[in-house]
């Protein structure tokens, strides 16, 4: 069997698995719900600041008037757009950690790894098939929170009266969005493929994923301090989170949304260039990916744990 024809076989295989495992559609339920939570609670925000359930004009002033400007952008097109992404790129991130760990872990907890690699035995080849399978589930969940949230925000949209620009340009910019925001995760989604990958387990991706996420936060919210050193904040714009902090306001910005109006502590000013942002996400990838290669090149493979 030649290589493309592995490639597309375990392809075709990674995909049915993923697509059909119960934890995958698990998580997808719980993003959908969370985002269309996050969603209307936006909507009752600007429904109760502007009274529209109220008959003798009372109100409640919640945000200012530049926030609720904001938060009617997001629940309009195509401000929907870049609300959607910025959602996948947080809590989504987080269950696409979850997600990467049980479906690489799993074959390790399963014993079906020395199968696979019994039928095709270049474990490159399988790495990258299930990298593949992967992205194309995630792009495919980015799908349907994109039209949840367009239906979500043309039904609040009719009922506080909010203008759709139903705009060319933002639908050809979609696609340009969702890979930004499919890079974003991608890292995050490698680090975790390493973690299950060294560990043989999906605890041990899991684990991993979350630690070093919490970490790459932690560390990156020093760059939303002022007075820090102008040398301390260039090293910590090169860690991932000012980076993905770039591309998830490029992404928001796209689509007409300013997230430093809602996040205050974020100083646009502070963060480094897109293409600084690309370079180094794309590195830290290639870094996570070999890594995870080359442990799986080397290790003895087993039946199930």
Known sequence: MDTR??????LAAEWMKISRRPMALLLLGIFLALTALQQTLWFLVVALQEGTFSSSNVTFTILSEAAIEQVKRQLSLPGVFGAMLSAINGTGGILAIILTAGFFGSDFNWGTLRVLLTRAPHRGIYLLA???ALQLALLVAMVITIVVGTLLSLMFGSILGLSQQIDAIAFLLLPVGMLRALLVMLPYTLI?????IVGRSVIAGVGGGLIFLAFDVSAGSLNTIGAVDPLIRALV???????????????????????SVLTPALDLNLL?????????????????????????SRQDIGGAN
Request: net charge positive.
């Open 130 to 132: 299930k990298l593949a």
């Open 272 to 296: 480094p260039s897109s293409w600084q942002a690309i370079g180094l996400i794309v590195i830290y990838s290639a870094i996570f990916g070999y890594s995870a290669y080359r442990t799986l």
């Open 237 to 259: 714009n090169l860690l991932l989170q000012p980076n993905i902090n770039r591309l998830i306001v490029d992404n928001s910005q796209m689509f007409g949304l300013n997230q």
């Open 5 to 10: 024809a592995m490639f597309t076989n375990l």
């Open 192 to 196: 975790a493929a390493a973690s299950a």
